[in-house]
C-alpha cells in the first residue's frame, strides 16, 4: 500500500511540474491583460520559441502595430489607470511601446507587471515583446483613454 501511495505522489508531483515548465509548449505564453479586474483583449504577434522536441518562428504580417491591434476592440479606462500585464511563466524582460495611431511608438515602462496609461484622452495601442530563455513573443492591445 505505501509503494502504491509513493508512486502516485511522485507521478502527482511530476505531473505539477510539467504542468508549470510546460517543457512541450511549442508557441510562448500570450499574457492576462487587466485593469479594474476587466480582461483586455490582445493579439499575437511574431514570436520564435524553442520546445523540447521542436523549435519554430512564426512571423505574423501587420502594415503596424495599430493593424496589428485593431483586431481586436479597444478598452476603455481612465487617465493614468494601471494595466496588469502577466504571463503564467513570467517572462526575463518585457519592452513595451505606446503607438498613437500609426505614429511611431515611445518606449513604456513596464514595473511591477503594470502599466499607466497617460493622463490625456485618446486611442493608444500598446505593443509588448516579452523574452524568455526559451524565445519570445509579440502582443498589442488597444485602450481608450476617456
Not at 34 to 57: A, K, N, R
Not at 76 to 103: C, D, H, L, M
Not at 104 to 123: A, D
Request: charged share 20%; hydrophobic share 40%.
Amino acid at each position: 500500500m505505501r509503494k502504491v501511495l509513493a508512486i502516485s505522489n511522485i507521478m502527482a508531483a511530476m505531473a505539477i511540474l510539467l504542468f508549470i515548465i510546460q517543457p512541450f509548449r511549442t508557441a510562448p505564453p500570450t499574457p492576462k491583460v487587466t485593469t479594474g479586474g476587466v480582461s483586455i483583449p490582445t493579439t499575437e504577434g511574431s514570436y520564435c520559441w524553442d520546445g523540447l522536441f521542436s523549435s519554430q518562428c512564426v512571423d505574423k504580417a501587420y502594415s503596424s502595430e495599430a493593424a496589428m491591434a485593431g483586431e481586436k476592440k479597444r478598452t476603455v479606462v481612465s487617465p493614468g489607470e494601471k494595466i496588469i500585464v502577466k504571463f503564467q511563466k513570467k517572462p526575463e524582460k518585457i519592452n513595451a511601446e505606446r503607438w498613437i495611431g500609426n505614429e511611431q511608438g515611445e518606449s513604456v515602462k513596464v514595473q511591477n507587471h503594470m502599466i499607466v496609461v497617460p493622463k490625456e484622452k485618446g486611442i493608444f495601442v500598446y505593443h509588448l515583446v516579452a523574452h524568455w530563455k526559451q524565445g519570445d513573443g509579440s502582443y498589442s492591445f488597444l485602450v481608450e483613454v476617456k
